[in-house]
């Protein structure tokens, strides 16, 4: 594990939805590194959701996804199927 990371922000990455913006609702650990490297461009929010991102641009970065398997379960990278509804 990295040294002083808390296991707790690792399961909230897991857990917690993008409140706003264009990927709003979707889980931080699935979000697009272009979208993590524009906001470690233009500044992180403030508060726990600036740190949150941060926590999950560096393990992206570093190639580290593999440490959240244990909370998420293997990661499909798998597009969801679009649902067509026929009437």
Do not use: H
């Amino acid at each position: 594990m990295i040294e002083g990371l808390n296991p707790d922000i690792l399961q909230e990455i897991c857990k917690v939805e993008m409140p706003f913006g264009k990927y709003k609702g979707t889980v931080l650990a699935d979000l697009p590194i272009n979208y993590l490297e524009w906001f470690q461009r233009e500044g992180m929010p403030p508060g726990k959701l600036g740190m949150q991102l941060s926590t999950i641009y560096e393990i992206k970065m570093n190639g580290l996804m593999d440490l959240l398997t244990p909370l998420r379960g293997p990661i499909s990278n798998e597009k969801p199927k679009k649902k067509i509804f026929r009437f």
